[in-house]
């Protein structure tokens, strides 16, 4: 048992009056008059010296009371094991950065020195762990090894350090710092707690998930900074790379044309001395760098030179730090996808023709070579995408058609007459089917888009939600009878509550019936803004996205297809194999190469920008998060082991509020008490 506050407890000595009281015991002063005395015995007063004490069990309870108020104010609690008072010995955990800042100049080597030397000074009977962290924290020697080889400890540490080495991943000190909290295990119980962070702590170490973290009182943390010799440097981030999108409106476009536009971040050290820079494609002729100063502390968007050779890596040099001088751009790397239009070749010229729109619709772009055959006969190469419009195929083609979609086609038809009501029976395999001739007596406008279908992704956004100015002048009136299988999905409907687009998933493919025909004589569908985002839409639906490339940073997952299994080949040339469902993530800048199945394409992983922030941070920050911070002297050790032990009564005695049932206890008394005295005082009333 242990005390909170111990003085209290000399309030205990406050017994000695009830029992002073008790022996004084004054005879009764209530006067009562009465007659006569005759029948009254007369009593000799007894001496003070010879008075005994009388009601024990009263004098229990108002001692008992006395000393259980005593022992409230005192605020016992039991010292469990885990919160006995801490030894003189420590339990160190070594926390060592190894992220990419790490590479400048030779902190990383001052670092393991360090780190050592902290190995060297600790005496067998400490506790010491080491683990270096950059995203995530990886341990390199455990307590528990620590605690079964205390002597192995440096011969152990010292041949592991040897294999590491700094990455290219960013400071996440936050995220280290709250997987090192509960590392100390129970072996570490009655040791006094310390974090020794080793590294360079620069401006750019994430700390913001620190607010999430309730720092232990008794854990103190030490830094150990590293400062290089100079920290003037040019860092250099992408800021945007402005890949063409699909095209809005129908029209010429070149093919395999480059990213046309990159701008970059660069920025420079407050305080630096550096002002002149080049910034440059690489092995690009000097003529075509761009050749600058930048003043102390600014940051600046500039526009990357003109990339005539399509190189991968742009560097900016002018300081001695080069490893956030160089940025990865993917080249161009359009995706091949093979269309056939099922008609006449000829009409591709003719403007009344359906596939004259769709030739022009379907441009080249920075991710996407379309490839548009037409013929009249099913294409000897099977087609990703097949459309079908202004001809009936022949009744011998059903079967090849509706081949092509079970076994995972894409197939857009639009209905142009009554007799197409076969074709899509064959097509679906849905009986009943039947196509009319709608109202032609005034166009029809859509009325309602179910912009949130896959079919239709590109209407997602708000800026191209808007069918009000487009006009239909003839369409079909498809009706598929209810409850068949597989089931039609209506995704546009006309203002008269005609279906407008149909969809329907046919074995492993996707059929999509279109009530009306894009070209003028069916509609504005090919002249208005709509059409070029809902080809590209329905590209995307069936595997061919248009998304520019997307732009990584270190740690970063690769983004893969759940359904393939993939080859990676990263920056070292080194090859990796991951089955579907598995992923990779990126370890290192450059370019990666990702092959799954037939389609081959490159990503490019960047440093992350922050890490070019190499200025370096005020320990107080680390303080402003609740961290307790320490020099780590032995002077100041000693008033805060006592401080520790301290608030780990405290925190003791508030978990376990013994003072509480004693509370509960000395209510008890007092009302016995009370009884008591009042029993005893009526007793010697009805005596006198």
Same mark, same amino acid.
């Not at 993917?330 to 030739?359: C, I, K, M, W």
């Not at 940073?553 to 920056?571: E, K, M, S």
């Not at 320490?630 to 005695?653: K, N, V």
């Given at each position: ?295 102390? *502390? ?5 526009? #990357?030179?003109?990339? /005539?050779?399509? =190189?991968? +890596?742009? $560097?900016? %040099? !002018? ?88 076994? *995972? ?5 639009? #209905?142009?007459?009554? /007799?197409?009501? =076969?074709? +899509?029976? $064959?097509? %679906? !395999? ?56 597989p089931a039609f999905e209506t995704l546009a409907t006309f203002d008269n509550q005609d279906a407008a687009i149909l969809a329907a ?20 569908? #090919? ?7 809902? +080809? ?100 100041? #050790? ?51």
């Amino acid at each position: 048992m242990n005390w909170l506050f111990p003085l209290y407890l000399a309030g205990a000595a406050a017994i000695i009056a009830p029992i002073l009281l008790h022996l004084r015991r004054r005879p009764p002063q209530d006067r009562v008059e009465f007659s006569s005395l005759l029948f009254l015995d007369a009593q000799t007063p007894v001496p003070v010296r010879k008075r005994r004490l009388e009601n024990w069990l009263l004098l229990l309870l108002r001692c008992l009371a006395l000393i259980l108020l005593a022992l409230m104010f005192a605020r016992p609690f039991v010292q469990k094991e885990s919160s006995a008072a801490t030894s003189a010995n420590h339990a160190t955990l070594i926390l060592l950065d190894r992220s990419a800042s790490m590479r400048r100049e030779d902190l990383w080597k001052r670092a393991v020195t360090e780190a050592q030397r902290l190995l060297r000074d600790a005496k067998l009977t400490d506790r010491v762990s080491l683990a270096v962290f950059d995203r995530e924290l990886i341990p390199v020697w455990t307590f528990e090894e620590d605690r079964n080889t205390p002597a192995n400890r440096q011969a152990a540490v010292q041949s592991r350090l040897a294999g590491l080495t700094p990455t290219w991943n960013a400071t996440h000190l936050d995220r280290a710092l709250m997987a090192a909290v509960p590392s100390f295990d129970s072996s570490t119980a009655n040791l006094r707690k310390r974090i020794v962070l080793v590294g360079d702590l620069q401006e750019g170490a994430h700390l913001d998930a620190l607010r999430t973290l309730a720092w232990p009182a008794e854990l103190a943390l030490q830094v150990k900074r590293i400062d290089p010799a100079s920290n003037d440097n040019f860092s250099l981030a992408l800021a945007a790379s402005e890949v063409a999108d699909a095209p809005q409106q129908s029209g010429p476009a070149a093919p395999n044309t480059p990213a046309s536009l990159i701008r970059v971040r660069l920025g420079n050290t407050r305080d630096s001395t550096l002002r002149d820079f080049t910034l440059a494609w690489q092995d690009a002729p000097k003529a075509e760098a761009i050749n600058a100063q930048m003043p102390a *502390g600014a940051s600046r968007i500039l526009t #990357a030179p003109p990339n /005539a050779a399509n =190189a991968t +890596l742009l $560097t900016v %040099s !002018g300081d001695k730090h080069d490893f956030d001088n160089r940025l990865f751009i993917a080249p161009p790397q359009p995706r091949t996808v093979r269309l056939h239009f099922l008609g006449d070749n000829a009409a591709r010229d003719e403007a009344a023709s359906p596939l004259y729109y769709l030739a022009r619709a379907l441009q080249p772009t920075d991710t996407l070579a379309p490839q548009l055959t037409a013929d009249k006969d099913f294409p000897a190469q099977v087609p990703d995408v097949l459309f079908l419009s202004g001809t009936t195929p022949k009744a011998e083609m059903h079967g090849r058609l509706r081949d092509f979609l079970t076994q *995972g086609g894409f197939l857009v038809h639009v #209905a142009q007459s009554p /007799a197409d009501a =076969a074709l +899509l029976q $064959t097509l %679906s !395999g849905v009986q009943g089917i039947t196509i009319a001739e709608g109202n032609t007596d005034d166009y029809r406008m859509l009325a309602d888009v179910k912009t949130d279908h896959p079919l239709l992704r590109p209407f997602a956004d708000p800026r191209l939600r808007d069918f009000t100015k487009l006009r239909f002048w003839k369409h079909r009136r498809i009706q598929a009878p209810a409850g068949a299988t597989p089931a039609f999905e209506t995704l546009a409907t006309f203002d008269n509550q005609d279906a407008a687009i149909l969809a329907a998933r046919v074995g492993k493919g996707t059929l999509i019936v279109l009530a009306s025909g894009w070209h003028p004589a069916d509609s504005q569908l #090919a002249l208005s803004t709509k059409f070029v985002p809902l +080809l590209f839409g329905w590209l995307s639906a069936a595997g061919f996205s248009h998304d520019p490339a997307s732009s990584l940073l270190v740690g970063d997952p690769l983004p893969l297809d759940a359904t393939q299994a993939h080859t990676i080949t990263d920056p070292e040339n080194k090859t990796h194999s991951r089955k579907p469902g598995e992923t990779f993530t990126t370890t290192q800048a450059g370019l990666y190469k990702v092959q799954g199945g037939t389609h081959t394409k490159t990503v490019a992983a960047n440093l992350p920008p922050d890490e070019g922030r190499v200025l370096p941070l005020d320990p107080q920050k680390l303080a402003e998060h609740g961290l307790k911070l320490t020099t780590g002297t032995e002077a100041a #050790a000693a008033p805060d082991a006592a401080e520790q032990q301290r608030l780990t009564s405290a925190d003791s005695e508030q978990r376990q509020q013994g003072w509480w049932w004693i509370l509960v206890i000395l209510l008890a008394v007092l009302l016995l008490e009370t009884w008591f005295a009042g029993r005893a005082r009526q007793t010697t009333l009805q005596a006198a």
